[in-house]
T-cell receptor, first 113, second 110 residues
Framework: KAGVTQTPRYLIKTRGQQVTLSCSPISGHRSVSWYQQTPGQGLQFLFEYFSETQRNKGNFPGRFSGRQFSNSRSEMNVSTLELGDSALYLC????????????FGPGTRLLVL | GENVEQHPSTLSVQEGDSAVIKCTYSDSASNYFPWYKQELGKGPQLIIDIRSNVGEKKDQRIAVTLNKTAKHFSLHITETQPEDSAVYFCAASKTTELSFGAGTTVTVRA
């Protein structure tokens, strides 16, 4: 069974631009969560989607948004990019909801110049 | 929210020795505690997890213990090998949101 896939793997943007990242969960998994990883703040939860609905949201500004499609694939969008948004963005999928094992993808490395 | 503290931040061990990483959590409602291993350029990989109704779990050279009363859990790696060198993260959760520790960089010396 294929793992979680994320595209693109690397991205360079400039301040003020917007970016969209994509995540395809493991086949059959219906929950997708997004995390931001930086050297300073570590791994931080962004949001979680289940059945096309956002179920949980972390403490990030409204510039960070996401959505999930009927096939469980998910996208996250960051508008008006700031230098501090440079990070590894990780997507994790799980079968259902609470207490389920989350499997991470390889991440998208975003660099904002 | 949940606060997870992880120690030590770096750990260097001789090949064949044991490695122990400890984590504490703040929210007594947390009931799921996974451990992830992250290698350079890769996403975190689950290596073992434990739920609050279990005190200890073992998988070959890896074991995790949980003390709910003290709100701490530990990862034990025995007979360390060079391929065990990586960053290890503990996490705690009561929902789908994982709260992670800051990570431990483990180096296994040959």
């Amino acid at each position: 069974k294929a793992g979680v896939t994320q595209t693109p793997r690397y991205l360079i943007k400039t301040r003020g631009q917007q970016v969209t990242l994509s995540c395809s969960p493991i086949s059959g998994h219906r929950s997708v969560s997004w995390y931001q990883q930086t050297p300073g703040q570590g791994l931080q939860f962004l949001f979680e989607y289940f059945s096309e609905t956002q179920r949980n949201k972390g403490n990030f500004p409204g510039r960070f948004s996401g959505r999930q499609f009927s096939n469980s694939r998910s996208e996250m969008n960051v508008s008006t990019l700031e230098l501090g948004d440079s990070a590894l963005y990780l997507c994790a999928s799980s079968l259902l909801l609470m207490g389920e094992t989350q499997y991470f993808g390889p991440g998208t490395r975003l660099l904002v110049l | 929210g949940e606060n997870v503290e992880q120690h030590p931040s770096t750990l260097s061990v001789q090949e064949g020795d044991s490695a122990v990483i400890k984590c504490t959590y703040s929210d007594s409602a947390s009931n799921y505690f996974p451990w992830y291993k992250q290698e350079l350029g890769k996403g975190p990989q689950l290596i073992i997890d434990i739920r609050s109704n279990v005190g200890e779990k073992k998988d070959q050279r890896i074991a995790v213990t949980l003390n709910k009363t003290a709100k701490h859990f530990s990862l034990h790696i025995t007979e360390t090998q060079p391929e065990d060198s990586a960053v290890y993260f503990c996490a705690a959760s009561k929902t789908t949101e994982l709260s992670f520790g800051a990570g431990t960089t483990v180096t296994v010396r040959a």
